[in-house]
């Protein structure tokens, strides 16, 4: 079966350090991968959007791998702060236009 | 970027009612789609809204359960029918314009609680 898996714990970071989350997949074949931001009782909010063909994409302080052989991507934030706090989605995009999302990993960034 | 709008923003109903979710969009946008999302779990997709035509439902999902309008590029509507406790959850509307067309806009979603 299909599925899209992120760690269920909370990562909880001190800031300035670098928060790395992963994404792993099975039974998919992305086109591309896209993560989002999660606030409580709000919508996702779109991050970085990586494709096949590229091995690692950046915004500002945030970087994304993505390894179409191990079906796995890495999401990092660097010299994190506590407004960085939030769940972290993992989302595929598998055709159409429609999103696949991971369950979401919890990131709390303590001062 | 887009503005999304959702009515009502939280909703407590009985079971067996129905409700029906507005989505409103700023501008025209080529795609819509409508999300679920229960408590602890990933966002599920369960339709694309198309625009003059039958909403596209993804497999579990049924359009006696959710039937989906969408009269223009900017509005659509989902409705929760015959509810049960089992439907309360949170559902987000999402839009995807025609230029970066990967890239999807999420509303705030509507809690809904079903006693």
């Known amino acids: 079966s299909q599925k899209i898996e992120q760690n269920s714990e909370a990562l909880n970071i001190q800031e300035g350090k670098t928060a790395t989350l992963t994404c792993n997949y099975t039974?998919?074949?992305?086109?591309?991968l896209q993560w989002y931001r999660q606030d409580p009782g709000r919508g996702p909010v779109f991050l970085l959007l990586?494709?096949?063909?590229?091995k690692e994409k950046r915004k500002e302080r945030l970087k994304v791998t993505f390894d179409t052989t191990l079906k796995q991507s890495l999401f990092h934030i660097t010299a994190s702060q506590p407004a960085d706090s939030a769940t972290y989605l993992c989302a595929l995009v598998i055709g159409n236009n429609r999103l696949a999302f991971g369950k979401g990993n919890q990131v709390v960034v303590i001062p | 970027s887009a503005v999304i709008s959702q009515k009502p923003s939280r909703d407590i109903c009985q079971r067996g009612t129905s409700l029906t979710i507005q989505c409103q969009v700023d501008s025209q946008v080529t795609m819509m789609f409508w999300y679920r999302q229960q408590p602890g779990q990933s966002l599920t997709l369960i339709a694309t809204a198309n625009q003059g035509s039958e909403a596209t439902y993804e497999s579990g999902f049924v359009i006696d359960k959710f039937p989906i309008s969408r009269p223009n590029l900017t509005f659509s509507t989902l409705t929760v029918s015959n509810m049960s406790p089992e439907d309360s959850s949170i559902y987000l509307c999402?839009?995807?314009?025609?230029?970066?067309?990967?890239?999807?806009?999420f509303g705030p979603g509507t809690r809904l609680l079903v006693l």
């Open positions: 990586i494709r096949e063909n590229e």
């Open positions: 039974n998919y074949s992305p086109a591309y």
């Open positions: 999402s839009v995807g314009r025609r230029e970066g067309r990967e890239t999807q806009y």
